[in-house]
Nanobody
């Protein structure tokens, strides 16, 4: 598997979900990683990223609610999402992250998160 995200589902506003992504150690083991999302009719956006040092960056819209974590032993990167809002509804993907305007070319299958009001 190169990138496989899971953990999505239907929740009510205010609830939590934890997404998990398994990545290929060969392809992504030494890469910065990020979680992205694409809402219906909108562009894909970066939600959270994590450097090899453990430093994290979050989009303003999720800061304080989402936490990105990486387990290099298991080759996973997770996204803990708390206090979910209807506007968090989207398909979520994990992928490589690079600083600047880099957009990954190859995308794995995302996982759908639906938040009802």
């Amino acid at each position: 598997v190169q990138l496989q995200a899971s953990g999505g589902g239907l929740v009510q506003a205010g609830e939590s979900l934890r997404l998990s992504c398994v990545y290929s150690k060969t392809l992504y083991g030494l890469k910065f990683m990020g979680w992205y999302r694409q809402a219906p009719g909108k562009e894909r956006e970066l939600v959270a990223s994590i450097f090899l040092s453990g430093r994290t960056i979050y989009a303003e819209s999720v800061k304080g609610r989402f936490t990105i974590e990486r387990d290099s032993e298991k080759n996973t990167v997770d996204l803990q999402m708390n206090s979910l809002k209807p506007e968090d509804t989207a398909v979520y993907y994990c992928n490589e992250y690079r600083t600047g305007n880099y957009v990954p070319v190859n995308w794995g299958q995302g996982t759908l998160v639906t938040v009802s009001s």
